[in-house]
């Protein structure tokens, strides 16, 4: 099993749509989460860190989910600019600190 | 501010070349990450230095891919001799290592061995 794993897409969906995605980790004593995003040919950015209360930034939204071990990103109003491969990170320390990365959700946003 | 900054961006060499990469991380940052991205294998982390000390290397490829990091503003990542094979975007990225602290990565290089 994979320490970090997200469905790969593609997710189509239309613009103004909202669209969710999940990415299950499988080490309970993570630390830290984030989401970054990253476009063709480009370096993967920060999108937003996750907390446990959950947290939003303008139309997008991140919880996390401690005791199911998953976290997910909701992004409303959905925006052709907002296609893009979304990948989760997840930091964890056990002797050494790490940052494990899914392989990414792929999102196309449709006129 | 400045962010993580790599050299060259685009690199196209013939095969048995030795390959040299820069990267010079956020001012501050302690922790610096040299990682791999191809369509075939996605994104895989080569090695990290925690206060310019590898800490984990254990993603480096093969006796070919060598990285030091002399000093906290300053970060190679040599391969010598290349191949094919190695082609690839190869990212830097930094972070503070310190609670919830994420990486920010560099516009990366383009790596062509032909």
């Known amino acids: 099993r994979k320490e970090v794993e997200q469905d790969p897409g593609p997710f189509n969906v239309p613009e103004g749509a909202t669209v969710a995605f999940n990415c299950t980790y499988s080490n309970s004593a993570s630390q830290s989460f984030f989401w970054y995003r990253q476009d063709c040919r480009k370096e993967p950015k920060l999108l937003m860190s996750?907390?446990?209360s959950g947290n939003e930034d303008g139309r997008f939204t991140a919880q996390l989910n401690r005791a199911s071990q998953y976290i997910s990103l909701l992004i409303r109003d959905s925006k052709l600019s907002d296609s893009a491969t979304y990948l989760c990170v997840v930091n964890s320390f056990s002797g050494t600190y790490k940052y494990i990365f899914g392989t990414g959700t792929r999102l196309k946003v449709l006129a | 501010d400045a962010g993580v900054i790599q050299s060259p961006r685009h690199e196209v060499t013939e095969m048995g070349q030795e390959v040299t990469l820069r990267c010079k991380p956020i001012s501050g940052h302690n922790s610096l990450f040299w990682y791999r991205q191809t369509m075939m294998r996605g994104l895989e982390l080569l090695i990290y230095?925690?206060?310019?000390?590898?800490?984990?290397d254990s993603g480096m490829p093969e006796d070919r891919f060598s990285a030091k990091m002399p000093n906290a503003s300053f970060s190679t990542l040599k391969i010598q001799p290349s191949e094919p094979r190695d082609s690839a975007v190869y990212f830097c990225?930094?972070?503070?290592?310190?609670?919830?602290?994420?990486?920010?990565f560099g516009d990366g290089t383009r790596l062509s061995i032909l």
């Open positions: 230095f925690n206060n310019n000390v590898p800490i984990d």
């Open positions: 990225a930094s972070s503070t290592l310190q609670g919830n602290q994420p990486q920010h």
């Open positions: 996750v907390y446990s």
